[in-house]
């Protein structure tokens, strides 16, 4: 449809749909944001006012339904995903979704089944958006050999967002809304297979610290999802994957990644923070590949996918199946005490 306008509805108009996706979309020539659908009128009038946009509906099918409607980003959280997804595609409607892609492998394979009855349209996943001023970069230090032989990769996602009791209900607390997905694990599993591929197996252990939290109504409410999450995993090239999620960990603010070679350490702590240490010298600062630090630039993306027929990258639901596919294998192996592997998921 290269030339025409392309016309978006939006369900669920949330705090990355407001932020990102509705201005980055307003910034694209030939963009036109049709009709927004929330959980309540009220709501998506607000969204509607502040953004310009024509049309507020209650009921998501209406934005299925509408002749009007090119494609649908869906921002709801992740309970919602693989029913709006299903529909939109089987409306004709091109799809960005919102991350994480669904609440469990069933759920993701459901999608991706759709998606591939319907070749024709754009079906995209929100990614991992930490590493991408890097992952280009890192890829290319990999498949030169920069590091040698890679062996471990060691990911630590700690700080103390749960300890604060009077801190918010969050959806990431609650089974119901977030399914299988635990903390940002599924974030960091994302990244992980985008640098060094797919994985094999699992072996997990968890803990939950602070079991409830107060809603906004002032009532408490159970919290089902841990907030400690140990995983050691093995990837299908062989290397050894240690992942440490924590939002109970007090005066250790931490994100990175370090993957250690037979050769080379590769260190990243977050945005362009890269370096590479040879074994018995001092680390050095690696400055991302010109051209590649490109970060944020999913609407952009999703846009040149529908109009020039680009192949989606970041991230399809290919790989969106396999992320969920290994957040399910850390839950099954967290209930059976057991090493899982992918295949069996």
Known sequence: MAGETLRIGFIGAGGNTTLRHIPGLQAIAGVELVAVCNRSEESGRRVADEFGIAR????????????????????????????YAVHALEAGKHVLC?????????EAREMLATARLHPELVAQIVPAPMDLLVWRTVRRLLDQGALGEVREAHVDVL???SIDLDGPLHWRHQVRYSGMNIMMFGIFTEIISRWLGPTDRVMADAATF???????????VAIDVPDSLGVLAQL???IRATYRISTVAHDAPSMSISLY????????????NLT??????????????????????????????????????????????????LTEAVHRSLDEGRTVSLEDV
């Open 56 to 83: 507020v509906e209650t009921n998501p099918q209406a934005i299925f339904d509408a002749d009007d409607i090119d494609a649908v980003c869906i921002g709801t959280w992740p309970y919602r995903h693989r029913e």
């Open 98 to 106: 919102e991350a994480r892609m669904a609440m469990n492998a069933g």
């Open 159 to 161: 700080n103390a967002s």
């Open 210 to 220: 602070i079991g409830q939290r107060r809603d906004q109504d002032g009532q408490d």
């Open 236 to 238: 299908e090239n062989g």
């Open 261 to 272: 070679g037979s050769e080379a350490t590769l260190h990243w702590r977050g945005a362009d």
């Open 276 to 325: 590479l240490a040879r074994i018995g010298e001092e680390p050095v600062a690696v400055v991302p590949d010109e051209g590649t630090a490109i970060g944020w630039n999913v609407e952009a993306d999703f846009v040149a996918s529908i109009r020039d027929g680009q192949p989606v990258e970041l991230t399809n639901f290919e790989d969106g199946l396999h992320y969920m596919r």
